[in-house]
T-cell receptor, first 115, second 111 residues
Framework: ETGVTQSPTHLIKTRGQQVTLRCSSQ?????VSWYQQALGQGPQFIFQ???????GRGNFPPRFSGLQFPNYSSELNVNALELDDSALYLC??????????????FGEGSRLTVL | SQQGEEDPQALSIQEGENATMNCSYK?????LQWYRQNSGRGLVHLIL?????REKHSGRLRVTLDTSKKSSSLLITASRAADTASYFC???????????FGAGTRLFVKA
């Protein structure tokens, strides 16, 4: 186990709704990144937070937003849900701000289905 | 953006055989990582190899890195049914603020 926990594990929403996914990072880790993984594909980088500020973003529209809290836990918010948002959302924590230089510790993911 | 691409997309072998997966990437990197994912679960870090390393071992895993060919390979020796999973290579982007994953190799080990 990595010590990274995500909630909820599964959820179903309808198009146009909003969703909030939560992540508690591993103790001592100050960097959190979020990934979207569609079925049969690799994880796609959404964004990264370091010390409560977004410091990197992938090719996702503004309706994907996030927060990091003083205890380094994090939220991913998605507004105006679309069918293509159905995916496994993965949170990963790390102890470095330059996340590409070190190991990522992943949670088990939140499986979102949009109907 | 640079990205690792794994080959083959899928691999089916018998228990006890060796499994080799390859990864190619596009631009210079300072490290390359391999991760494993059981179906529908989170990813688990397996091994990190730095650009100044050519080979690294961890248990039954052997990773090689050829920076001149921009490629890496992951060898799992004496495969077990429990090795059935998807395997991803991951590289940092230019600037290093994000880790980019390939599409993965799906390994199936038959008992």
């Amino acid at each position: 186990e990595t010590g990274v926990t995500q909630s909820p594990t599964h959820l179903i929403k309808t198009r146009g709704q909003q969703v909030t996914l939560r992540c508690s990072s591993q103790s001592g880790h100050n960097t959190v990144s979020w990934y979207q993984q569609a079925l049969g594909q690799g994880p796609q980088f959404i964004f990264q937070y370091y010390r409560e500020e977004e410091n990197g973003r992938g090719n996702f529209p503004p309706r994907f937003s996030g927060l990091q809290f003083p205890n380094y836990s994090s939220e991913l918010n998605v507004n105006a849900l679309e069918l293509d948002d159905s995916a496994l959302y993965l949170c990963a924590s790390s102890s470095t701000s330059r996340i590409g230089t070190g190991e990522l510790f992943f949670g088990e993911g939140s499986r979102l289905t949009v109907l | 953006s640079q990205q690792g691409e794994e080959d083959p997309q899928a691999l089916s072998i018998q228990e006890g055989e060796n499994a080799t997966m390859n990864c190619s990437y596009k631009t210079s990197i300072n490290n390359l990582q391999w991760y494993r994912q059981n179906s529908g679960r989170g990813l688990v870090h397996l091994i990190l190899i730095r650009s100044n390393e050519r080979e690294k071992h961890s248990g039954r895993l052997r990773v090689t890195l050829d920076t001149s060919k921009k490629s890496s390979s992951l060898l799992i020796t004496a495969s077990r049914a429990a090795d059935t999973a998807s395997y991803f290579c991951a590289t940092p982007n230019t600037g290093g603020f994000k880790t980019i994953f390939g599409a993965g190799t799906r390994l199936f080990v038959k008992a």
